[in-house]
Nanobody, 124 residues
Framework: QVQLVESGGGLVQAGGSLRLSCAAS????????MSWFRQTPQTERELLAT????????DYQPSVKGRFSISRDKTKNMGYLQMNNLRPEDTALYYC?????????????????WGQGTQVTVSS
């Protein structure tokens, strides 16, 4: 099992920045990649960014490419999402999730482990 705990959310003005953290514990070695998602009461869970745990390759969705940056520190079992130039439409509950070797990273239902989420609110 892998446990994930997000932190770093909060209230920020439009144009501001936040850095989200995701602390992973347990059998992290079984994880293949980590992704960040977000969700609002009106939307389905949306994939934002993915990092492959061993090699560090990354992938971004168009809605956040150029503004958000995903990274990880394998020595600390930590994942991060740096969010710059935030917009009111970025307001959501943000989750980190990890996927094992079997699964398609773009499908939220394939992820094995999820954190509880951290709220990000961007005011205009």
């Amino acid at each position: 099992q892998v446990q994930l705990v997000e932190s770093g959310g909060g209230l920020v003005q439009a144009g501001g920045s936040l850095r989200l953290s995701c602390a992973a514990s347990g059998r992290v070695s079984r994880a293949y990649l980590m992704s960040w998602f977000r969700q609002t009461p009106q939307t389905e869970r949306e994939l934002l960014a993915t990092i492959w745990w061993d090699g560090g390759d990354t992938d971004y969705q168009p809605s956040v490419k150029g503004r958000f940056s995903i990274s990880r520190d394998k020595t600390k079992n930590m994942g991060y999402l740096q969010m710059n130039n935030l917009r009111p439409e970025d307001t959501a509950l943000y989750y980190c999730a990890m996927l094992g070797l079997n699964g398609y990273y773009r499908d939220p239902s394939h992820y094995d482990y999820w954190g509880q989420g951290t709220q990000v609110t961007v005011s205009s």
